[in-house]
């Protein structure tokens, strides 16, 4: 009998679980011959409530092309914001605003503005082609001239501890923050939210859920994410962009 309980107690149950999630942005791109882009906005939670034959949308945020913000991604009711574009030398000195904000060129202005508990600000600038750096998850952006993006912020919610969301490095020779931010005329590396090195491109952000492995598979999931069972947890990792969705 406690054997025949305890196999009973080893399958998987329908029972809708709540998740832990990972969402982040598309990176903003670096500002020609100016600031970083600053990285996608980052949001970090455990125990959400998720309900059954719900579709849930997940979006994937696009990075930015050089002096364009990053784009949101999406997990259910949980947003975050694009990274802000870096300012641009003779043109838009003053980084964008952001998840996390870009880098500026202008003497005396401060760099863009990240939003309150997904970033960080950008670096301010100095003048001509001195270039602050994007802001990070977990630092502000670096006044130029070290024009050094913030750093990101490191997440174990697939098992591995990862960094995502670097600030992009400023003109003329800044290096991009820890978790995908490019160096100064670099591209940031996709799948992080990294922002983009002055004049690149910001990358692409991520959305990660997670949930005790006893529970049930999903009904249907779109966007063919990467799945993993490690740790007692179902992992499912979406890093294609674009919209999609899964149902518990």
């Given at each position: 009998?406690?054997?025949?309980?305890?196999l009973i107690?080893?399958?998987?149950?329908?029972?809708?679980?709540?998740v832990?999630?990972?969402?982040?942005?598309?990176?903003?791109g670096?500002?020609?011959?100016?600031?970083?882009?600053?990285?996608?906005?980052?949001?970090?939670?455990?125990?959400f409530?998720?309900?059954s034959?719900?579709?849930l949308?997940?979006?994937?945020?696009?990075?930015?092309?050089f002096?364009?913000?990053?784009?949101?991604s999406?997990?259910s009711?949980?947003?975050?914001?694009g990274?802000?574009?870096?300012?641009?030398?003779?043109g838009?000195?003053?980084?964008?605003?952001?998840?996390?904000?870009?880098g500026?060129?202008?003497?005396?202005?401060?760099?863009?503005?990240?939003t309150?508990?997904?970033?960080?600000?950008?670096?301010?600038?100095?003048?001509?082609?001195?270039?602050?750096g994007?802001?990070?998850?977990?630092?502000?952006g670096?006044?130029?001239p070290?024009?050094k993006?913030?750093?990101?912020l490191?997440?174990?919610?697939?098992?591995?501890?990862?960094?995502?969301?670097?600030?992009?490095g400023g003109c003329?020779?800044?290096?991009?923050?820890?978790?995908g931010?490019?160096?100064?005329?670099?591209?940031?590396?996709?799948?992080?939210?990294g922002?983009?090195?002055?004049?690149?491109s910001g990358g692409?952000?991520?959305v990660?859920?997670?949930y005790?492995?006893t529970?049930a598979?999903?009904?249907?999931v779109?966007?063919?994410?990467?799945v993993?069972?490690?740790g007692?947890f179902?992992?499912?990792?979406w890093?294609?962009?674009?919209?999609?969705?899964?149902?518990?």
């Amino acid at each position: 009998m406690g054997i025949m309980q305890a196999l009973i107690g080893a399958k998987s149950v329908s029972k809708t679980p709540t998740v832990d999630y990972l969402v982040v942005a598309g990176g903003g791109g670096g500002g020609v011959n100016g600031g970083g882009g600053g990285a996608g906005g980052m949001l970090e939670a455990s125990s959400f409530a998720v309900a059954s034959g719900v579709p849930l949308t997940v979006t994937v945020g696009a990075g930015g092309a050089f002096n364009t913000a990053g784009n949101s991604s999406v997990f259910s009711s949980i947003s975050t914001v694009g990274g802000g574009y870096g300012g641009v030398n003779g043109g838009a000195n003053v980084g964008g605003t952001g998840g996390s904000g870009g880098g500026t060129t202008q003497a005396a202005q401060p760099g863009g503005l990240g939003t309150a508990g997904q970033g960080n600000n950008g670096g301010a600038g100095t003048s001509g082609l001195n270039g602050g750096g994007g802001g990070g998850k977990g630092q502000v952006g670096a006044t130029s001239p070290s024009g050094k993006g913030g750093d990101g912020l490191a997440s174990s919610i697939t098992g591995a501890s990862v960094t995502y969301a670097g600030g992009g490095g400023g003109c003329p020779s800044g290096v991009g923050g820890t978790g995908g931010g490019g160096n100064a005329g670099v591209n940031a590396t996709n799948g992080l939210g990294g922002g983009g090195g002055y004049g690149a491109s910001g990358g692409s952000g991520v959305v990660v859920i997670r949930y005790p492995n006893t529970f049930a598979d999903p009904v249907t999931v779109t966007g063919s994410p990467t799945v993993t069972n490690t740790g007692g947890f179902k992992i499912y990792k979406w890093t294609t962009v674009g919209t999609w969705s899964i149902t518990f």
